[in-house]
């Protein structure tokens, strides 16, 4: 194994020595409390943000800072995203380390974070929280100031969003009906029409909901979190007519809010950031993981989570047994890459955990995704990758979890009164970026201890950063097996780039 670091690359930084007032003292018009609209687009890949389909994006993207270089985390999975969304930090420091994680105190057994349910009864048994850094949730209620969540996503999604929401009186809205909402969402949702069945209806839904229900008079922080574009990908295949169907719907809704805002009151002090947590690639071939891992004596008494970012947890956590695990998976024709604990010492090819800064005792001693590309698929979109049997889905879905370019760029980009108009930053950043970011806004203290930065270069009060930055490279090659995974380091903060097996 090796690494490799080069800060070289930075030379165009520009250092600006302008001392600017912060925003949050320069209450905006007539003094009105300034607040923040996070928008996320689920699985949104930031080359589908185009005229034809997405025009209000399109819109968007123009009135205020575009931040192409943004970056997703490992796993590309929904609710990893969605905790290090909330936290501002990597798995690593979150806890919630994958979609299907092995249960903490019962390694056999795999909890499933789509479901709250299933996450409080592991807060329950464990003790401990599901999501272990504070979140926008804690750090706004900490500050006396309002937070609301607004989500078609799964039910465990919204949870990791405000897991204390009820205890901090919060607005929790879900299309998934009362039980899903905090007791302030349930009576809130009790005014509104029922929310519709079909996914890319419920994301319009929740979108509307939003716009009628709180921009005249918006809370801090509103998370409005749609599950389209992300459900007909896996469900009609990315970039599929059905796909960009749900997108132009989602789309439209997002120009309503885009509408009202710009004619409202609220247009000098409600500052919106567009995201997306990560984007898709599409399968190209099916394989059965679980059977195949079931045969192997390698894996005998193992747990396996199954899927195409996947984890297997070996008892007690026995090198030997990890090791063996992980050489059995690099002779695999099926395999990406391979990750194993901390603990124990990679085997030639293996990469550890760190690497991917998902790190942590919750963590699979073995990690590892199905073979990928960067090939165009039939759909004319770079990246391609195996499909696990169990997860459902048939060649041509779109699908995620992995290292893949095409699942790690992510949609970013703000704009408001605070925000630069115009600009297109070059500067690295990612998911873990938000928190921060939207707590600078608010001046809420939090942020400077996560994982992700400050975005100072799209604010209007703003400088460049100062921290010159440039690429990392994690390589490992054993016999027959090579990997690769590429980040960005600028000063103590890091973003996944990208990953690929490499042909040997
Ligand atoms: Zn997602």
Not at 37 to 56: E, I
Not at 173 to 190: I, K, Q, W, Y
Request: net charge negative; aromatic share 4%.
């Amino acid at each position: 194994m090796r690494t490799s670091h080069d800060g070289g690359w930075a030379a165009a930084l520009r250092h600006r020595e302008q001392v600017a007032p912060k925003f949050w003292e320069r209450q905006g018009k007539a003094g009105v409390m300034q607040s923040v609209l996070l928008v996320v687009f689920d699985g949104l890949r930031p080359d589908r943000v185009q005229q034809d389909v997405t025009p209000n994006l399109v819109r968007f993207a123009a009135m205020g800072t575009r931040v192409p270089g943004a970056r997703s985390v490992f796993p590309s999975e929904t609710r990893v995203c969605t905790a290090s969304v909330a936290t501002g930090h990597h798995p690593r420091r979150h806890g919630l380390v994958a979609n299907r994680m092995l249960h903490p105190s019962d390694p056999q057994v795999v909890v499933e974070t789509g479901s709250a349910a299933q996450l409080r009864a592991m807060e329950q048994t464990i003790g401990q929280a599901a999501i272990l850094k504070p979140g926008l949730s804690d750090l706004l209620g900490a500050a006396g100031r309002d937070y609301a969540v607004f989500s078609s996503g799964t039910t465990g999604q919204t949870f990791i969003l405000a897991p204390r929401a009820q205890a901090l009186g919060q607005t929790v809205v879900s299309a998934h009906g009362a039980a899903a909402c905090s007791p302030a969402g349930a009576r809130l949702l009790e005014r509104l029409d029922p929310p519709p069945a079909d996914s890319a209806a419920r994301a319009v839904w929740i979108a509307d909901a939003w716009r009628t229900s709180m921009l005249d008079s918006p809370p801090a922080v509103s998370v409005l979190w749609l599950c389209e574009p992300d459900s007909t990908a896996h469900q009609l295949g990315l970039d599929s007519p059905g796909q960009r169907h749900a997108l132009r719907e989602v789309d439209a809704a997002f120009g309503r809010i885009l509408d009202d805002w710009v004619a409202g009151d609220q247009r000098d002090s409600l500052q919106i950031i567009v995201a997306s947590d990560h984007g898709h690639v599409t399968g190209d071939g099916m394989v059965g993981v679980n059977t195949l891992l079931s045969r192997r004596p390698e894996l005998a008494g193992c747990t396996s989570t199954g899927g195409n970012s996947g984890g297997i947890g070996v008892p007690g956590g026995e090198r030997e047994q990890v090791v063996a695990v992980a050489e059995f998976l690099m002779r695999q024709d099926w395999i990406g890459h391979v990750f194993t604990a901390e603990a124990a010492e990679p085997p030639p090819g293996a990469l550890p955990c760190s690497a991917v800064m998902v790190d942590h005792p919750r963590t699979a001693h073995v990690l590892y995704t199905l073979r990928n590309s960067a090939n165009l698929a039939p759909n004319g979109l770079g990246g391609t990758s195996l499909l696990d049997t169990a997860s459902h889905l048939s060649v041509g879905a779109g699908t995620h979890g992995g290292l893949n370019a095409g699942e790690m760029a992510t949609v970013l980009m703000l704009a408001g009164s605070a925000i630069r108009a115009g600009v297109v930053t070059g500067w690295p950043a990612g998911l873990v970026d938000i928190a921060p970011t939207i707590l600078e806004l608010l001046g809420v203290p939090g942020g400077v201890s996560m994982d992700g930065r400050v975005l100072r270069e799209t604010l209007v009060a703003g400088t460049e950063p100062v921290d010159s930055y440039g690429p990392e490279t994690w390589e490992a090659a054993g016999d027959g097996y090579a990997q690769r995974v590429a980040r960005m380091r600028m000063g103590r903060h890091v973003w996944l780039d990208h990953g690929l097996r490499e042909a040997i």
